[in-house]
């Protein structure tokens, strides 16, 4: 299994400036992901955050609102960008763990709850 | 489009009764199946994860996965109060590394 350690755990933050959220994976993971949750809401993919290269972003989340770093197989950062109070949410960090692809696991972070005010 | 359907409850069972929960998918191709549980505030945890046809035991946690029929279910025997919570399904449809989430049904054991 992997241990995610996510910063901060919480912060609430005024419209129009930018928040940073660290991710950090006590081993080399293959892969790193981010999602948001909104309240009652299930899990939604913003991206897949790729060593060394631009993330892999789904349908409705961008580069310019969401940029993601992934410098090394243990560490990643994404930043929400000119906030508004629809970005209020809990933002988690995932990784998989090796083996096969048909058996590998997701694993989170604590998460970040935002409140954007 | 790829959908994993769960109901979203309460589901309400008395302590030491037996919780059942439910969920579908759309893709009769899906290779993978888990079954994560999320207290209010906290993160998704793995509870199981089911592969094959039939019935996966650990502990007091049953998972039964019928992929003819496209449904995977957990039981929870002896429900507890701790084991109140919300169960999130995850599906990763064939071909994907990445699983994707029902919504989640909460559950609630009462005392």
């Known amino acids: 299994s992997a241990v995610i350690s996510q910063k901060p755990s919480r912060d609430i933050c005024q419209r129009g400036t930018s928040l940073t959220i660290q991710c950090q994976v006590d081993?080399?993971?293959?892969?790193m992901f981010w999602y948001r949750q909104q309240p009652g809401q299930s899990l939604t993919l913003i991206a897949t955050?790729?060593?060394?290269?631009?993330?892999?972003?789904e349908s409705g989340f961008v580069i310019d609102k969401f940029p993601i770093s992934r410098p090394n197989l243990t560490f990643s950062t994404l930043t929400v960008s000119n906030m508004s109070p629809e970005d209020s949410s809990i933002y988690l960090c995932?990784?998989?763990?090796?083996?096969?692809?048909?058996?590998?696991?997701?694993?989170f972070g604590a998460g970040t709850r935002l409140s954007v005010l | 489009q790829k959908e994993v359907e769960q109901n979203s409850g309460p589901l309400s069972v008395p302590e030491g009764a037996i919780a059942s929960l439910n969920c579908t998918y759309s893709?009769?191709?899906?290779?993978?199946f888990f079954w994560y549980r999320q207290y209010s505030g906290k993160s998704p945890e793995l509870i199981m994860s089911?592969?094959?046809?039939g019935d996966k035991e650990d502990g007091r946690f049953t998972a039964q996965l019928n992929k003819a029929s496209q449904y995977v279910s957990l039981l929870i025997r002896d429900s507890q109060p701790s084991d109140s919570a919300t169960y999130l399904c995850?599906?990763?449809?064939?071909?994907?590394?990445?699983?994707?989430f029902g919504r989640g049904t909460s559950l609630i054991v009462h005392p």
């Open positions: 995932s990784a998989t763990s090796g083996g096969s692809l048909a058996k590998n696991i997701q694993y």
């Open positions: 089911i592969y094959s046809n």
């Open positions: 955050a790729n060593q060394g290269s631009e993330a892999t972003y």
């Open positions: 995850a599906v990763r449809f064939g071909g994907s590394y990445i699983p994707t």
């Open positions: 893709d009769r191709g899906s290779q993978s």
């Open positions: 081993s080399q993971v293959t892969m």
